[in-house]
């Protein structure tokens, strides 16, 4: 079986409590960035709930999806990202405490990664027996968030009218 974790990452620190307080800000951030894309994808006329829903799902597929899944080993934090807007992925990848480890056993190794910390990675990453259940998933943008938010936006905009 391979084994293929390309957005995995390791924390820089081993310290579970900071790691939260990172990923709460970057929530924070996430959330404001999703709030903009929602705002902008208003429609201008009335729309029903299920063209509604249709829109938020779609905003949410290909923008707004952002979470993060953690898994705790012995004496490191290692996890992996699924966020689908490029500009997202940048700023998570550029978090202080972040550190790119991915790993793939079906091609060659990273020549950028030595011998040695490659072998580390495969055995960390197949520590966990993938698709594991060892981790936790970190919302970074709720999809209901994103839908309340919506409706918020869209009585907002009407009330006006």
């Not at 307080?21 to 208003?42: D, G, M």
């Not at 004496?75 to 992925?89: M, S, T």
């Amino acid at each position: 079986m391979s084994t293929k974790i390309y957005t995995g990452f390791v924390v820089k620190h081993n310290k579970p409590y900071l790691l939260m307080k990172h990923l709460k800000e970057f929530q924070s951030y996430c959330l404001n960035y999703a709030r903009k894309i929602v705002s902008s994808a208003l429609p201008t006329e009335f729309v029903d709930n299920e063209e509604s829903n249709k829109i938020i799902n779609k905003i949410y597929q290909e923008r707004a999806m952002a979470d993060v899944v953690i898994y705790f080993k012995k004496n490191k934090i290692l996890g992996q990202y699924f966020i689908h807007d490029k500009h997202l992925e940048k700023k998570f990848r550029s978090q202080p405490w972040f550190k790119e480890y991915h790993y793939q056993n079906q091609t060659n190794p990273d020549e950028r990664v030595s011998a040695k910390e490659w072998k580390q990675r495969e055995k960390d990453w197949n520590f966990l027996h993938l698709p594991a259940n060892d981790g936790f998933s970190f919302y970074l943008v709720n999809p209901r968030e994103i839908q309340l938010f919506w409706i918020i936006c869209w009585r907002n905009d009407h009330r006006r009218e």
